[in-house]
């Protein structure tokens, strides 16, 4: 009979590509993976893994056995789901991930939620822009992450991942309080559109939403300054040094010398949940999800 763990550890070579990578992903040692490894070829009598430079590749049979594994593991989470929702009760662990302002604004209030209908509910919280979320929600690391996209940007979601709405969440534009336009109740965006701007660090779903939201109006965006907080992002617009598109949800204290103003063609940011296809009958999760839509309608 072939071994479920040594399985897993197979698979966790061939998706990551090394034993190191593996080991790291499984949380266990890289000799733990090894020999979990060595088992499995003494159980199927095959060799599985050949020397490639300083690194290790797939044999043919190793190959096939994946694409079996693939399938196994599949199977055996939704069977765990399965399980779960017949019993019906909201138990055992989430692990999620949320983007910042996500995590500051939603997950408080979910939480001391949770905790209070759930009390056999253990979830773990760890703070990921979408770009790192995603792919450890596809990795298995993650049992939910909170994502979000904006209404000119909708966000690529992977096959096998299903999604539950949470909120949309409008943005507005801050301006130094000495701005030509700060007195305005609102402006258009492309009257901004030759400014400064403060962005979000690169690579983040922020940063390069801006840029390409500016460039859809024919600007280029002149981003002079780049911080991943809000309040940073906030101090910088305060000291005269460009804009920044603020989005209310779990919005930060404004300091003096900043002005919001709403835009005349709202930006929206939609707010949701990803969890895998496997797993999406757990009661957990929908307990999760129900609690984020409860937080978000307190502050969306």
Avoid at 2 to 11: F, P, V
Avoid at 35 to 46: F, H, N, P, S, V
Avoid at 217 to 234: C, S
Avoid at 282 to 294: I, Q, Y
Wanted: glycine letters at 6%; charged letters at 25%.
């Amino acid at each position: 009979m072939l071994d479920l763990e040594r399985l897993r550890a197979l698979h966790a070579v061939a998706t990551y590509g090394s034993v190191s990578a593996a080991a790291d992903v499984l949380h266990v040692t890289t000799s733990a993976v090894s020999q979990q490894l060595a088992k499995l070829e003494r159980e199927t009598g095959q060799k599985l893994l050949e020397r490639k430079g300083r690194g290790v590749r797939l044999t043919d049979a190793a190959e096939l056995l994946v694409n079996h594994a693939d399938r196994i593991l599949s199977l055996v989470e939704r069977a765990k789901a399965d399980l779960e929702a017949h019993r019906g009760a909201v138990v055992g662990q989430v692990t999620l991930a949320a983007f910042p302002t996500a995590a500051r604004g939603l997950l408080p209030a979910a939480l001391r939620r949770l905790r209070a209908d759930h009390p056999g509910l253990r979830v773990r919280l760890r703070e990921e822009d979408p770009m790192q979320s995603i792919p450890l929600l596809l990795r298995g690391d993650l049992d939910m992450a909170i994502v979000q996209d904006w209404n000119n940007a909708p966000l690529p979601i992977p096959d096998g991942l299903h999604r539950g709405v949470i909120c949309d969440d409008v943005a507005d534009v801050a301006v130094p309080a000495d701005h030509p336009l700060a007195d305005r109740e609102r402006v258009e965006l492309k009257e901004l559109a030759g400014d400064a701007w403060i962005a979000s660090t690169p690579g983040s779903i922020c940063c390069d939403w801006l840029t390409t939201t500016l460039r859809s109006i024919g600007a280029e965006p002149r981003i002079d300054h780049m911080a991943y907080e809000f309040a940073t992002q906030l101090a910088l617009v305060a000291a005269g040094l460009g804009n920044t598109i603020l989005p209310r949800m779990g919005r930060c204290d404004v300091p003096e010398g900043v002005r919001l103003v709403e835009l005349e063609t709202p930006l929206t940011r939609r707010v949701y949940g990803l969890w895998r296809e496997e797993a999406a009958r757990r009661p957990a999760l929908r307990a999760t999800l129900e609690a984020l839509r409860a937080a978000a309608a307190e502050d969306c």
